[in-house]
Nanobody, 123 residues
Framework: QVQLVESGGGLMQPGASLRLSCVGS????????VGWFRQAPGKEREFVAG?????????YIGDSMKGRFTISRDNAKNRVYLQMNSLKPEDTAIYYC???????????????WGQGTQVTVSS
């Protein structure tokens, strides 16, 4: 079992930056691929960013987030971060951290999920 807890969400103005954090506990977190997903009201869960399990931990970013979002992980701290820059109102959603054995952009490929953190972008 892996337990995931997200933090860092909040109410932000358009153009602002925000960093989300996800801390994992339980099994060796560094052995897992990690992903960030988001879900806005009335919409399907959407892939945001992810990283492979194992070195060199390639990073993947969703098409609509490229150039604005980056993902990183600190295995020593069992943490994964999502840095979000130039936030837009359409980035408003609940953001979820997920862990699984292999990277995929499909939410069904992840076995463990956090409870989510709300990000609202509004002026």
């Amino acid at each position: 079992q892996v337990q995931l807890v997200e933090s860092g969400g909040g109410l932000m103005q358009p153009g602002a930056s925000l960093r989300l954090s996800c801390v994992g506990s339980g099994r060796t977190f560094s052995n897992y691929a990690v992903g960030w997903f988001r879900q806005a009201p009335g919409k399907e869960r959407e892939f945001v960013a992810g990283m492979d399990a194992g070195s060199p931990y390639y990073a993947y970013i969703g098409d609509s987030m490229k150039g604005r979002f980056t993902i990183s992980r600190d295995n020593a701290k069992n943490r994964v971060y999502l840095q979000m820059n130039s936030l837009k109102p359409e980035d408003t959603a609940i953001y979820y951290c997920a862990a699984g054995l292999r990277f995929t952009e499909l939410s069904t490929g992840y076995d463990y999920w956090g409870q989510g953190t709300q990000v609202t972008v509004s002026s």
